[in-house]
C-alpha cells in the first residue's frame, strides 16, 4: 500500500477478500484486474458504476441500466410507481397505499414469535429500528421541512441514519434511548396521521413554497414543501422493502430451526 499524508492511495496485490469495509469513501477509486465475486453492498451511495442502493448513469455494456431497472422495480411493485406523481393528489395516493401496506406488515409482525420486532439480520436494523428511523425521517422532512417547524421537532427516540448519529444528540436524540415496541408503534403511527393531516390541509401554493431541508442535508439544495413530503414517502417505501426482506429471512430461518435433523 502506498500512503500519501496518511490517505491509502493504492492498494496492489492484496489480498482483500472477506474484508469488512465501512465508512470509508472510494469517489473516484479506479478499480482494474480486480476479483468482485459475491461482493455485498448495503446502503452504498454509488454514482457512475454496479448495486444495491442509488444508482446513477451506470452502463453496461454500453446500457444506462438505471431505467431498466426502475421500470423493472415499478412492475414488480405497482404501488412503487406512485411516487411519479408528485401532485398533491399523487402524494395523498402514494400514502393511502403505503399506510396500508405498512399496516398488514404489523399485522403480520404481531403474529410472529414475541421478540422478532428486535432481531437484526446481517447487522441491518431491526423492524422496531426501522420504525424509529422512520419517525426521524417524518421529524426531519415534514415538522423541519414541509411545516418549517424549529422547536419540538424530533422525538427523542429516534433512529438517525448511521453517519449522522454522532451529530443527532444536537438535536434532542437520546441514543441510548431503549422504547418498547407498543410506544414506538404508537409514535409511528401518530407521525403517519400527521402526513395525512399535512396533505389534507396544505394548499398548492403552500406545497411549491421553499422549505429548509433537515439537518443532515446539504444546506445549499433547494427544495419545496412538497418534495419534502416526497421524501418521506420514498422512504416508507424503501424501508417496507428492507423490512419485509428481513422478516422474510427470518421465518426462513425459523422454519429451517424447525425442521427435524
Given at each position: 500500500?502506498?500512503?500519501?499524508?496518511?490517505?491509502?492511495?493504492?492498494?496492489?496485490?492484496?489480498?482483500?477478500s472477506?474484508?469488512?469495509?465501512?465508512?470509508?469513501?472510494?469517489?473516484?477509486?479506479?478499480?482494474?484486474?480486480?476479483?468482485?465475486?459475491?461482493?455485498?453492498?448495503?446502503?452504498?451511495?454509488?454514482?457512475?458504476?454496479?448495486?444495491?442502493?442509488?444508482?446513477?448513469?451506470?452502463?453496461?455494456?454500453?446500457?444506462?441500466?438505471?431505467?431498466?431497472?426502475?421500470?423493472?422495480?415499478?412492475?414488480?411493485?405497482?404501488?412503487?410507481?406512485?411516487?411519479?406523481?408528485?401532485?398533491?393528489?399523487?402524494l395523498?395516493?402514494?400514502?393511502?397505499?403505503?399506510?396500508?401496506?405498512?399496516?398488514?406488515?404489523?399485522?403480520?409482525?404481531?403474529?410472529?414469535?414475541?421478540?422478532?420486532?428486535?432481531?437484526?439480520?446481517?447487522?441491518?436494523?431491526?423492524?422496531?429500528?426501522?420504525?424509529?428511523?422512520?419517525?426521524?425521517?417524518?421529524?426531519?422532512?415534514?415538522?423541519?421541512?414541509?411545516?418549517?417547524?424549529r422547536?419540538?421537532?424530533?422525538?427523542?427516540?429516534?433512529m438517525?441514519?448511521?453517519?449522522?448519529?454522532?451529530?443527532?444528540?444536537?438535536?434532542?436524540?437520546?441514543?441510548?434511548?431503549?422504547?418498547?415496541?407498543?410506544?414506538?408503534?404508537?409514535?409511528?403511527?401518530?407521525?403517519?396521521?400527521?402526513?395525512?393531516?399535512?396533505?389534507?390541509?396544505?394548499t398548492?401554493?403552500?406545497?411549491?413554497?421553499?422549505?429548509?431541508?433537515?439537518?443532515?442535508?446539504?444546506?445549499?439544495?433547494?427544495?419545496?414543501?412538497?418534495?419534502?413530503?416526497?421524501?418521506?414517502?420514498?422512504?416508507?417505501?424503501?424501508?417496507?422493502?428492507?423490512?419485509?426482506?428481513?422478516?422474510?429471512?427470518?421465518?426462513?430461518?425459523?422454519?429451517?430451526?424447525?425442521q427435524?435433523?
Amino acid at each position: 500500500m502506498d500512503h500519501i499524508e496518511g490517505r491509502v492511495d493504492r492498494i496492489s496485490g492484496a489480498d482483500l477478500s472477506g474484508a469488512d469495509i465501512r465508512h470509508v469513501d472510494m469517489t473516484g477509486a479506479s478499480f482494474r484486474e480486480v476479483r468482485l465475486n459475491g461482493v455485498r453492498m448495503r446502503g452504498v451511495e454509488l454514482s457512475g458504476a454496479d448495486i444495491d442502493g442509488d444508482i446513477f448513469g451506470l452502463r453496461l455494456n454500453g446500457v444506462e441500466v438505471a431505467p431498466l431497472v426502475e421500470a423493472e422495480l415499478n412492475r414488480r411493485h405497482p404501488e412503487r410507481a406512485l411516487l411519479q406523481d408528485r401532485t398533491l393528489a399523487g402524494l395523498r395516493a402514494a400514502l393511502d397505499a403505503y399506510e396500508r401496506m405498512w399496516e398488514a406488515t404489523y399485522e403480520r409482525v404481531a403474529a410472529m414469535p414475541e421478540g422478532t420486532v428486535d432481531v437484526s439480520v446481517d447487522e441491518e436494523w431491526s423492524f422496531a429500528q426501522t420504525l424509529r428511523h422512520l419517525v426521524f425521517c417524518t421529524d426531519g422532512w415534514l415538522r423541519w421541512g414541509a411545516q418549517g417547524r424549529r422547536t419540538d421537532v424530533f422525538w427523542p427516540a429516534g433512529m438517525p441514519h448511521t453517519p449522522y448519529a454522532d451529530e443527532a444528540p444536537a438535536l434532542g436524540i437520546d441514543p441510548a434511548a431503549s422504547p418498547s415496541y407498543a410506544e414506538v408503534l404508537e409514535v409511528r403511527r401518530g407521525r403517519v396521521r400527521e402526513v395525512r393531516d399535512y396533505l389534507a390541509s396544505v394548499t398548492p401554493e403552500q406545497a411549491g413554497s421553499p422549505a429548509d431541508p433537515p439537518p443532515w442535508m446539504d444546506q445549499s439544495e433547494p427544495f419545496v414543501a412538497a418534495q419534502c413530503v416526497w421524501v418521506v414517502l420514498s422512504e416508507e417505501w424503501e424501508h417496507h422493502q428492507f423490512a419485509t426482506r428481513d422478516l422474510d429471512l427470518i421465518e426462513a430461518g425459523a422454519a429451517l430451526t424447525a425442521q427435524p435433523t
